[in-house]
């Protein structure tokens, strides 16, 4: 093998090693591509990306931070800014402005730097790089509103710093320093023209989806082309221009309604998780430890600032008024982790200023590299800490979302209720609701399927889904929508009719069989009809599942698990029934002999069989 061939092989393998690690150990992925970067590159020497690749090694980073920034704007949904529109445009436009300019003091005054390197670095600080925080989001699982502060926040400033960091150096290094007042004209010209490319180009794009001009299998392929030509065309305009219509052509593209952006949306995601674990790894392992032996105490004093000055009087200024909690601009204020734009525009930047006779030009790049490691790892380890501190992260997701409201689907809602699990029941029809309503239970009135279920709905709580529905398509269909959310093995439907077997949708669009494959949605309901009930039993190490299984009633169904912290596990027709003593079996039958370990559902519970509604879809 040639050594380009064994160094993308090694990254490609390293990077999807750290990722696995990170969600096996719970540890944020980003800290263990640049641990891996570090021992692969610096420390034992066994790869050279720049001498490897070449002088195609910046273009290749340029054109991955593009696919990236493209994914990013794909899963901006405009709706997201119904509760968080001020804040987020008090963070992309007020932010970028009280961020340049505390910055650039902290440069100077602490950092010792000239007035133009201190500009330069303070433009290419703005970045807080959704190469970093979309996945430490991802791991820490916070609040929708506050991962909806950062993850805007993240897309939209990448591309803007980038570009303010290259027009302010070119105004340092022009031949007779134009005035400030055409630099600016200029950054807003680059910024508008490169939006518009994308945003038109997206909507090109759109239209030929929607009037069938692409075919499915070439929709994904032809999106990822499309964002690198607007990036590419951008480029010629204006140097860094490229990232702006890359994440305009995404955000278009992904708010248009496509029927298949989703499938899209995954290819890409798939994509850009490989582009960031290699481009993180690749810069790392790239890192010249030399260039860290540059910085002084002012440097080290100035990372300081960065984080614990500028960024927080930054977020409590823009913030005033934005209708955000104590809690969130605490922890926005908190997290900005930098990423691999940073790095790649200090790349070019920094010797093409020392070049032009700024000697602490040199400076520039192991300064932002500072940055970039040093808020990886704080901010990567402290995420989830200092959310859950302050209220912010999601509870574990331990709960269940029923989908179709029903007499046997309320009494299992109405059981984990009253065992302090949360759960949720929906259906489109009100009067199918009533029951649920009643005894006090969270309901959702409404399309499962629809745009305003995926925005009102924080399914941050709910850990597997229950499609129950009497249409066992409209089940299917769910379960294959709400897939990704919760992953195949957490979504649940009933065994098709035998009649129907043979026209049932694959087992890839649907859930997996629940508790029985011979049991039906009539029999369920009439056997809640006939008077049966939910009821846990306890296991024990003296009674255990054998010993539950012998004396249960005739015909009675085991349908769950419910843990000591009140998580829920369904059982599926698959798989063998594991249970561990301290946990509870909830189960579906006539009245059993009380046994020892046996506990009814607290009175009030159960409720008396009532009329069977139309349960039809």
């Not at 999106?223 to 030509?229: H, I, R, T």
């Not at 508790?515 to 024990?540: K, M, N, P």
């Not at 169904?557 to 509870?584: M, T």
Request: glycine share 10%; with cysteine.
């Amino acid at each position: 093998m040639t050594p380009l061939t064994e160094t993308l092989a090694l990254i490609a393998a390293l990077g999807i090693a750290a990722q696995w690690l990170g969600w096996r150990l719970k540890i944020p992925t980003i800290v263990l591509l640049v641990a891996f970067g570090i021992l692969i590159g610096p420390v034992f020497g066994l790869i050279r990306p720049s001498e490897a690749l070449g002088p195609a090694f910046p273009s290749l980073i340029s054109l991955g931070v593009a696919v990236i920034l493209f994914e990013g704007g794909l899963s901006l949904r405009w709706h997201e800014l119904k509760q968080t529109a001020t804040g987020v445009k008090r963070l992309v436009t007020v932010g970028v402005v009280l961020s340049l300019g505390l910055g650039t003091l902290a440069a100077h005054w602490i950092g010792a730097l000239s007035w133009p390197v201190a500009l330069v670095f303070a433009a290419i600080a703005v970045v807080t790089g959704p190469t970093v925080i979309l996945p430490l989001l991802r791991q820490a699982r916070l609040r929708r509103r506050p991962a909806s502060f950062l993850k805007w926040e993240g897309i939209v400033n990448d591309p803007t710093g980038a570009l303010l960091a290259v027009l302010l150096y070119e105004y340092f290094v022009s031949p007779g320093a134009p005035d400030i007042s055409h630099t600016l004209v200029e950054l807003a010209l680059g910024l508008l023209s490169a939006g518009l490319l994308g945003g038109v180009g997206g909507w090109l794009l759109g239209r030929a989806y929607l009037a069938g001009q692409v075919p499915e299998y070439l929709k994904g392929p032809v999106a990822l082309g499309a964002a690198l030509a607007a990036f590419g065309l951008a480029n010629l305009v204006m140097e860094e221009a490229g990232l702006v219509a890359a994440t305009a052509l995404g955000v278009v593209l992904g708010n248009m309604g496509l029927p298949s952006i989703e499938e899209v949306r995954r290819f890409k995601e798939s994509v850009a998780m490989l582009l960031v674990a290699g481009l993180f790894l690749l810069l790392t392992a790239d890192l010249d430890p030399d260039i860290l032996l540059a910085l002084d105490w002012h440097s080290a004093l100035l990372i300081l600032a960065m984080l614990f000055l500028v960024r927080p009087l930054t977020i409590g200024l823009a913030t005033i008024g934005a209708g955000m909690s104590w809690q969130e601009r605490l922890l926005i204020g908190w997290i900005a982790p930098r990423g691999i734009v940073a790095a790649a525009v200090a790349g070019v930047l920094g010797p093409g200023l020392a070049a032009r006779g700024y000697a602490d030009g040199d400076l520039l790049l192991p300064l932002v590299f500072t940055l970039i490691l040093t808020t990886v790892l704080l901010h990567g380890f402290s995420l989830g800490w200092l959310a859950r501190k302050l209220d912010l992260s999601a509870s574990p997701r331990q709960g269940l979302l029923i989908s179709g409201a029903n007499p046997w689907s309320t009494g299992l809602a109405q059981a984990l209720h009253s065992y302090k699990v949360p759960v949720l029941i929906t259906d489109r029809a009100w009067h199918r609701l009533r029951r649920a309503r009643h005894a006090g239970l969270p309901v959702y009135f409404g399309e499962l399927l629809s745009e305003h279920a995926e925005t009102e709905l924080e399914l941050s709580d709910y850990g597997s889904l229950l499609a129950i529905s009497s249409n066992d398509a409209y089940n299917s269909l769910v379960c294959a929508q709400y897939t990704p959310s919760f992953d195949r093995w957490h979504v649940f439907q009933l065994a098709a009719e035998p009649s129907h077997a043979s026209r049932k949708p694959g087992s890839g669009t649907r859930g997996r069989t629940f508790v029985d494959g011979e049991i039906q949605y009539e029999d369920l309901q009439r056997g809640w009809y006939r008077g049966w009930t939910f009821q846990a039993t306890s296991i024990t190490k003296e009674f255990g599942i054998t010993q539950l299984l012998e004396v249960l009633p005739e015909g009675a169904l085991p349908v769950l698990i419910i843990s000591k912290d009140a998580g829920v596990r369904l059982l599926a027709a698959d798989e063998e029934i594991k249970v561990e003593p301290g946990h509870r079996i909830l189960w579906f039958g006539t009245k059993l002999e009380r046994l020892k370990t046996n506990e009814d559902v607290p009175k009030g519970q159960e409720g008396e069989p009532e009329r069977l509604p139309d349960t039809s879809q």
